[in-house]
């Protein structure tokens, strides 16, 4: 059953009619295209597909579609401008905090969300903020250093 | 010291950018016109005959376009090595685990796919499920593969010297028996595949995998199709670490399902679809008996080793090999024997997993060298020290280090950890530990014997001049060798960074084996390195001639052409060079050559510039059986110091510190490096803490998720202080070798020994969850209780 929902991402509205089963990470990716958003497992484990909703970081692939109705959402798509890269992107490219790269946009967003409630986190406080975002690759060493780079009191 | 432009610096990863934005495509995120949704069946049991499939009502369902069991895919056998092909693409006549796959089917879309594989009936006769290494070898066991009696996939045996001899004349000898648990990879990109066969019967088979080349092989060898006709492109890959350094049944799959439909084909494994795939870690049980003298020589090691190894070969035969050939080093051993047996069962087949095969090995020793240093009133890093091997060594098995930074390592990790404060020093439950680790850099033979150039690079210039453009069929899996790369071609060339670009990891630019055995850095490295400078000796050819002047007189640098000599006259190739781009802006100016003049001009003078490079290791000593497995053309080693708490009541681990020294050889980019070293650490820790795959009595996986099956997060990580070692490699390009996998080998032992260091057990089973430590913890006070009251 089809069911029309509005929703915001990455500031462009979408009067979308998707299943009243598909996951809002599968809105993403197969409806809007947005491929930014990850599956890593599909049960709410990796955090691969954290994006933001109200603000707020959510695994998408937890959510259905209709949940995120007349909801604001973000994913990594939405965070650069014609200026460049939004600082926590810049600072996980220059931080080498980026190896495989798959658990890259759920990290910045989480990073993000913490970013603008705390400004000034501890290294334990980003360590908590990204603990639901798995990185195989990297150890999470020079992820915290990109996100400590970028807060505002470095 | 050589000055270098670009490699041994910082550079950020040149496929960063994308995939901080989104914009880099995974193999999830690709789609085609037309495409199939391809599903597995896999089997429901552990162990069973296939009486009769049955595909028609599968075949029956709307929308399903292609139904393929064994009937279709035959029965070429295939598998890692050729000596234990053991694997056909489906079942035949039986199933031999949970998992094994039957058939597939393609349909317009993945729910359909699905229900049609669920739609396909089979009749099975179930056989006992042989889930242990002892109900594998029990007498009388039913056998998984009937060539392979009593269940034994792999029996080794080697000596080097003669142990029992050597053993008599020690003076402290110990033995000791450690057990570990089947691993799972566990990168966060499950894999996944899009077949596409066009009517030409040209295949492309677009792939999560670390080894085009071995996928291209095997995809060619079970489909019975040209090497030549099967293109194997991976796009941008989530990590691997073993798993994917082999064809899957699904990629084939895929391919036959695309041959049979005429559509390209979409697979993808869920996340329980990696667990059941598996090729990771093998549960190890390592028995060593090491003696030595009483100044701490290091004499004889006995060891034996079992293997459990699920349903197939995959890697295994190199893994029983490496578990017992990477203890020849790092320290000076001269008697060495080793007996080991890698055992089917009926769970998924275990493979290569980061440190392949020495990991656990690695674990055991170096535990067992602190109860000895112990033993001796020796501090532990004394008796390292006193035994590691040197630069020029060669190990009893005959495994020759061209460079060896291990003292560095070592008195870099006791530096800088702090060691000699705290050793014997921490209060109860605290606890430092230390433990070195060594690896190949690269595996001297490929998985198929075969002369075959291990790698081929090219490099070509732009007709403008203005870009060199790298092609390899190396695979950059996330540890950054797209970039190192890109960085060794500029420096060869003499030009700027950002005036390389790479095209790598498909089939077509050549012939690469792929990103497993540490090997890139220093094998596909050192093809680019040399195609590099092939295309800058062809231009600068171009521009002697020009000029009128000797070639030795040219050189490349920071874009620039440089001469030995003053005053020569370049306007000449400049008017030319200007004459061709009137209207122009930012045409060269100044009184230097640059480069893309000159690769202009050789362009006009000789077609496109094409270098070219490739890699094949000198002869590599050994000629006894399994030699091939462990001989390298240049060995990495590494030490650790580890720092941690442990709760004494609950019996829970918090690592707080470690601190970690890896020779490289010389680091190309020093952040992939530090990012190589961090991230093997992590796999260590998870391995050490918490790690375990694990089955009910029916042989199903219990926690095929990242719930159960726990990888360390953000909060179970303490900052490592890495410290790289450079012991300039003579046959690496720049000095290079490698990091990748070397770096975990210390992590599990140093943590095993900071543990004894708090609690005064030695732990003889991993992992080390609260749980076991818990309890070892109260046994030990139950003990300790009962021996005063018996005073
Ligand atoms: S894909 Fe949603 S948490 Fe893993
Ligand atoms: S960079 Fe690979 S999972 Fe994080």
Redesign the interface.
């Known amino acids: 059953m089809k069911k029309l929902i509005s929703v915001t991402v990455n500031e462009k509205r979408y009067e979308l009619a998707v299943d009243s089963n598909m996951t809002l990470v599968d809105m993403l990716?197969e409806e809007l295209k947005?491929?930014?958003?990850?599956?890593?497992?599909?049960?709410g484990?990796?955090g691969?597909c954290t994006v933001l909703m109200d603000g707020k970081p959510v695994s998408s692939c937890l959510l259905l579609a209709i949940e995120a109705d007349n909801r604001e959402i973000v994913?990594?798509?939405g965070?650069?401008t014609e200026k460049g890269?939004h600082p926590i992107?810049?600072a996980?490219?220059?931080?080498?905090a980026?190896?495989?790269?798959?658990?890259?946009?759920g990290m910045?967003l989480s990073a993000k969300a913490l970013l603008e409630n705390n400004p000034n986190p501890d290294?334990h406080e980003?360590?908590?903020a990204?603990?639901?975002?798995?990185?195989?690759?990297?150890?999470?060493?020079?992820?915290?250093e990109a996100i400590q780079s970028v807060s505002s009191d470095k | 010291m050589t000055e270098y432009s670009t490699i041994n610096s910082?550079a950020?990863?040149i496929?960063?950018?994308d995939?901080?934005?989104?914009?880099?495509?995974?193999i999830?995120?690709l789609n085609m016109e037309n495409q199939l949704y391809g599903a597995l069946l896999q089997s429901p049991l552990a162990h069973a005959k296939i009486l009769r499939i049955d595909t028609s009502r599968a075949e029956a369902l709307p929308g399903v376009k292609a139904v393929i069991t064994a009937a279709d895919a035959g029965n070429i056998k295939y598998g890692v090595s050729p000596a234990r092909y053991d694997e056909t693409l489906f079942c035949i006549d039986k199933v031999r685990y949970i998992g094994d796959e039957i058939a597939a089917v393609a349909a317009v879309d993945l729910e359909t796919a699905e229900k049609a594989a669920s739609l396909i009936d089979v009749e099975y006769e179930e056989l006992p499920a042989l889930l242990s290494i002892e109900d594998a070898t029990r007498e009388g066991a039913p056998l998984i593969h009937d060539e392979y009696p009593r269940n034994i996939c792999a029996d080794v045996h080697q000596e080097f010297g003669n142990v029992e001899a050597a053993l008599a004349e020690c003076d402290v000898i110990r033995t000791d028996t450690f057990t570990s648990k089947m691993q799972n990879?566990?990168?966060?990109?499950?894999q996944g595949c899009i077949a596409d066969y066009d009517h030409r019967g040209y295949l492309t088979l677009y792939t999560s995998t670390q080894v085009p080349h071995y996928t291209q092989r095997t995809v060619a060898m079970v489909l019975n199709m040209p090497v030549g006709k099967v293109r194997v492109m991976k796009p941008?890959?989530?990590?691997g670490?073993g798993a994917k350094a082999s064809a899957s049944a699904m990629e084939m799959a895929a391919c036959l399902l695309s041959k049979k439909s005429g559509k390209p084909v979409k697979m993808n494994f869920?996340?329980e679809q990696v667990f059941l795939h598996s090729r990771s870690r093998h549960k190890f049980i390592h028995t060593m008996t090491t003696g030595v003298k009483k100044d701490g020589t290091i004499v004889a090691l006995k060891h034996h080793c079992t293997l459990e190894g699920g349903a197939y070969s995959s890697f295994g035969i190199a893994t029983i090999y490496y578990a017992g050939s990477l203890l020849g080093g790092p320290y000076k051993l001269q008697h060495m024997k080793y007996d080991a047996q890698r055992i089917y069962t009926n769970k998924p087949a275990c493979g290569a997993q980061r440190g392949h095969g020495g990991v656990i090995a690695r674990a055991a020793w170096e535990q067992q060298l602190d109860a000895i240093a112990e033993e001796l009133g020796m501090d532990p890093i004394e008796l390292r020290l006193k035994n590691m091997m040197n630069n020029g060594d060669t190990s009893c098995n005959e495994l020759y280090m061209s460079s060896f930074g291990m003292r560095e390592c070592i008195e870099a990790v006791r530096n800088q950890s702090g060691w000699q404060k705290k050793k014997d020093a921490l209060p109860r439950g605290k606890g430092v530990g230390m433990a070195c680790g060594f690896f190949v850099s690269g595996s001297g033979f490929p998985i198929y014997r075969s002369e075959t150039f291990h790698c081929t690079a090219s490099v070509k210039l732009t007709e403008d001049g203005g870009v060199a453009h790298l092609f390899t069929a190396s695979a950059d899996?996330?540890?950054?060798s797209d970039t190192t790369f890109a960085m060794i071609t500029a420096e060869a060339l003499g030009i700027p960074l950002h005036a390389v670009k790479v095209s790598s990891g498909d089939t077509d630019f050549g012939v690469d084996l792929g990103a497993y055995s540490s090997r890139q850095t220093l094998m596909t490295g050192f093809a680019v390195k040399q195609a590099a400078e092939d295309a800058k000796r062809k231009v600068i050819e171009v521009i002697a001639d020009e000029l009128r002047i000797s070639e030795k007189e040219i050189d490349v640098k920071n874009g620039k052409i440089v001469f030995k000599n003053a005053g020569i006259d370049i306007s000449g190739i400049r008017s030319k060079y200007r004459k061709e781009h009137r209207g122009w802006h930012s045409l060269p100016k100044g009184n230097q050559l640059s480069f893309i003049e000159a690769a202009r001009i050789a362009f006009l003078e000789r077609g496109t510039i094409i270098g070219q490079g490739e890699y094949r290791p000198r002869f590599l000593g050994g000629t006894y059986k399994g030699a091939a497995v462990g001989t390298s053309p240049a060995y990495g080693c590494s030490a650790q110091v580890v720092e941690l708490s442990v709760d004494m009541e609950t019996g829970k681990i918090t690592i707080d510190r470690m601190t970690d020294a890896h020779d490289c050889g010389f680091a190309i980019n020093k952040?992939?490096v530090?990012?190589q070293?961090?991230?093997?650490?992590?796999?260590g820790v998870g391995e050490a803490l918490f790690e375990e795959v694990k089955f009910d009595n029916k042989g199903r996986i219990l926690n095929p998720?990242?719930?159960e099956y726990k990888?360390p997060?953000?909060?179970d990580?303490p900052?490592?202080t890495p410290v790289i070692v450079e012991s300039n490699e003579p046959y690496g390009p720049y000095g290079a070798k490698e990091v990748g996998e070397g770096a975990i080998m210390p992590t599990i032992p140093a943590i095993l020994n900071a543990l004894y260091d708090a609690t005064g057990i030695r732990f003889t089973e991993l992992p080390l969850t609260p749980e076991r430590v818990y309890k070892a913890i109260k046994q030990k006070i139950l003990e300790t209780e009962s021996g005063n009251s018996e005073k």
């Open positions: 990716r947005l491929t930014g958003t990850k599956k890593g497992c599909e049960l484990e990796c691969a994913t990594i798509e965070l650069e890269l992107q810049q996980f490219v220059e931080k080498g980026i190896q495989c790269g798959f658990c890259t946009p910045i290294e980003i360590r908590k990204i603990s639901g975002n798995l990185c195989r690759c990297t150890g999470y060493q020079k992820i915290v | 910082r950020p990863k496929d960063a950018p995939k901080s934005t989104g914009k880099a495509k995974f999830n995120d990879c566990a990168f966060i990109e499950p941008y890959v989530g990590g670490f869920i996340r899996i996330g540890q950054g952040t992939s530090e990012g070293m961090q991230g093997s650490l992590l796999m998720n990242f719930s990888i997060t953000a909060l990580m900052n490592i």
